[in-house]
């Protein structure tokens, strides 16, 4: 995943052809072909085909550019401010305190780790005979 | 699943012969010798089989072909207006929320885990030490 | 499966011999051998046995001709028109639905798989510390 | 199972010494050594073995041939009306009707599978973790 | 198992020999010393022992004798004639019913083997991810 | 097991010396060294156990030759009695019993059979889906 | 085992040193250093440890010898007898009842057995379809 | 993990542009792709998305920019008193406290291992006896 | 285990170095270094240490050998009489009722084993069907 | 862990720098880049970035400082006379109050391990016959 | 562990440096390193460092000194009458009953063995047939 190193200071190169170079939403992709499809021995009229090929594009297409005019930019907006206040709380606060939280938690796991060896493995170590005598006689004929 | 580039701004060149690149549709085929078969010792006149061959590809062609002219491009039209505003749904506002929700589960999972890592490993690695001690005399002959 | 290209174009060529290429009514086949057959040391006369072979070749070709003569055509037609409206319904309306609804189970597929992971990887994780500790002592002779 | 292929036109051909080409009725073969045997060192009297002998085999013979004229030709009639009539219910009826049953059900399992694998693959996935950390430590000697 | 062709026509060259030539009724073979044995240090006299093995032998022999006189040829008789009954009753009556019973279970089957196909294979799927990350690390000293 | 061919017509020749070919009482040998032994370290006189020795198989040898010369040949008469009684039983009426028993039974294992496979083959089928997907990642080291 | 051949007849070279050739009395063994031992660091004075060998052996001897010849021939005596009863029901009663007793059982295992495997045969095939898809997909690395 | 060895005596050659050396905050990375896209066929104007990245960028930057000279400071004031704290206790108070811990655990262990290892060893090491008469014939063919 | 063959009859040359060469006694073996001992870094004066070890083994000494000589000889005594009496229990009766146990134990096996071979057998025989038809479809890479 | 010999009389060359060789206490390891760092996409002004750096470093180490220098010595003083009485009890009585522990349970273990032997063993021998009787056979196609 | 063989005659080379020869009280080792430690980023002034290590081992070794002077030989003397009571007892006691309590108990395995074996061997043997049909079929690809 190599992204250009100055990002954030130049962010303009944007590639309008490939729009979701991690493969995010593929799941969404609805081409004609997609959707629609007529086996062999099942084939309607040329004219209905094409038709119909023509109204689904036209329509998505038409209609998908019409809602993303509306709602585009006011969502980009919302969700930066929000990613933003995220980031902040993350960094700043929710890091620090996961290290001293594993700093506690090693402490911790000395104290039990002991005591459960200490009274289990006895225990499993016999358990364990149970497979030290294990005599297999293969014959090939 | 290589789709030709530019196919949203030139949507024409639909290939009138093969109506099911994916396959989508593959298992509502059905030709005479799908439905109809006659095993070896019980072939009836051949005249009345020629008949029924005609007359299922007859009446099937024509009737699907009706339905299709009547039914084809009104039902283009709703879906791509149902596939438009779900794919807008889905790209500004599911994706980000996507996006957002994993931040904070990976945040989560690391207090979890650390919990559950210093209680657990300790049991299961003493219950390891049951299997610490097979001994196999292999005995060929 | 190669079917011949244009078979709803002239449908005519139809084999004559070898009435059921798929092998799809291959279990309702009856000859005489597959359904009467005299072990060694139990031969009736030879005339009993011919007769009864000839009886029933004659009045099952004879039987099942006069019902296919009755029933082929109509029972064609009416499976033709089955089968017309509901490739018609699979084509323009359960195609696409399959495909919405695709979208909506790999986006729900997402939400739900992580919690999943954060809660049960750590689990499962210490659960197989069980395995981490197997010694084999292998002892041929 | 390679039939002689002009069965239906000229069936008379027929093997009259192996009448069980399939060995359909195997199990049901009897001869005097497959039901009387005398081990060393009982046998009884030349004369009482060699008549039981005659015995069997005559009233055997006799009995088998005066049934099989009483009901051979009859009970061919009957047999071939039944399959006659079931072989065209087959051919005309279920066939097809198989035909559209599969082709529901396997949209329906498109549904239902997806709905499965959404719920199902990350608690299995999770569940698989267990096997990720398999350590063997083999020791020959 | 090559039995003699013309068994039926000619049925009498029997083995006097060997009368069990299927080993049938190995299990009822008694001989001395399949009844009786000294182990060694504990010897009758001699003449005691003699006189068992004489007594036995003649006693068995001439009791059988009396008995196979007697019943030999009358079980036989009856005998063939069930054996004759049974045997049409399954050739011509109990053989076409079986091949009937299975063309209807063979179809059944096809109903029944979808929906079962249909509602548990993504259940099964699912279940099989549990073993889809096996990771054995060996270690061979 | 090749016994002598001509048996019951001149039985005479028996061993004498090995009164046991088949073993079969093996486990009711009793020598001396098999009841009495002295460890190293506690021998009793030489005297004692000399005489010890010449009592035990004095009385056992006298005792074992007044009861065998007391009930073998009676034992032997009554049990050729029993043995000749059971073989023709066996012979006559058991044996071709059996096979009309199999000859049934293996006719309603056709019935029952397929019912079970037409039931229970989809759903382990299915189950066998679990298995199909096993990944074993080995790594040596 | 080969034991001298006329062990009944003349029975006296009875080895004199080795009196336990089956091993059949080792594990009562008790000479001086089978019950005492003082390890290392621990040594009592000589004379007492010496006086203690002394004590033992000569008390043990003296004291068994004594037992020895007081019940020595009487035990061999009344064993001889209870022997030799024992030994004449096995040979004439008991060893052909088991013979009879076997021909009854595999006669019965005939139409118990043939019952068994026509109900269970094909409910356990159908289980084995469980096993019958394993694809394993192993990746060394 | 090579840091430089005299990081506290002179802390200050800060790397500025990889701010995130050990990937601790790899997992709250938001880029505009991170969030937003739009797979084939579903493309809104050049204009609109355009806008889109420059709103989502700008705001994002500027606000988190603002939150961190807000709150940047003060919060590393506080980590830092508070991680100097828990230092301090773990460095002199709870690292002897654990080495004592230790100390008497495995005291502790070794009488509580002798009971096990006598009370349960026998009972293991005899259910070791199941696998020891493993005989396995292997037929390749 | 070769012991010198005349040990009853002169049994004076007794090992006075190694008294326990069966190594019976070697877990209660107590010099200083068994139950003293003082890691690095705690180490007392070489006075007291000194002191110690001499107290110790000069205690230790005195006292053992006071005891020895009390109930050295009384002790062998008595155990001398108490393995007399059951060396000649053992030998004169329980070896013989322990041969003549296994003769009828060995004699009931074969009853009882029968009636079991004879029901389970077909059974477990059916259920082996489950593993006949193991298919392992392996894939490396 | 080649310990310096002579550590307890002259404990002077203590190693400045590396004053954890153990690296007991590295889990409490806490250097700026463990608490704090910004991912790419999300970077802060220079200034604040560098001036939260030097904050926390410096209140850090001054922090720790303060309280090492209030509570070093004091507690070094605390635990050296713990670990002195400590180790006293465990050199002069815990040790050998283990030995003698240990002697008594090896010599219970006799009894109670010949009374699970005696008991068990018989039984799960017998249960080791069930896999006395594998036959595989192996079929590579 | 070779043991000097002289030691209870001249006890006196006892080694002065090497206490724990046997490293029976290795867990109680306590240095300065072993309870303390400083991680990298969080050093105390040098002076405070090496006081709490001065600190540290002068007032554990004065401590330990005192301790062990005052109880050092009181203890020895002790535990020295204690084990040579306990090894007196050990051996002259507990060894012969050991020994006797075998004798015994091996008697009685056979007894038990035998009616074990009796009834569990036919059971188990006829289990094993369930693993007496596997057919396993490869398939590489």
């Not at 992709?29 to 009229?45: C, M, Q």
């Not at 038709?51 to 297409?61: A, E, L, R």
């Not at 930066?80 to 402490?107: E, L, R, T, Y």
């Not at 459960?116 to 493995?121: A, I």
Request: net charge negative; charged share 15%.
């Amino acid at each position: 995943m190599a992204e250009p190193k100055s990002m954030n200071s130049e962010p303009m190169p944007l590639d309008m052809e490939n729009r979701d170079p991690n493969n995010m939403n593929e799941h969404v992709r609805v081409l004609f072909e997609d959707a629609f499809g007529e086996p062999d021995g099942s084939h309607s009229i040329e004219g209905v085909w094409g038709m119909s090929f023509k109204t689904f594009n036209g329509v998505k297409n038409c209609c998908y550019i019409v809602l993303s005019v509306l709602c585009g930019c006011p969502m980009a907006f919302c969700w930066a401010m929000d990613f933003a206040c995220v980031q902040c709380c993350h960094i700043w606060m929710v890091g620090p305190c996961v290290h001293m939280w594993k700093m506690n938690v090693s402490c911790l796991k000395m104290f039990w780790g002991s005591c459960v060896h200490c009274l289990c493995d006895p225990c499993f170590e016999a358990c364990g005979l149970c497979f030290s005598l294990i005599r297999v006689q293969n014959k090939n004929g």
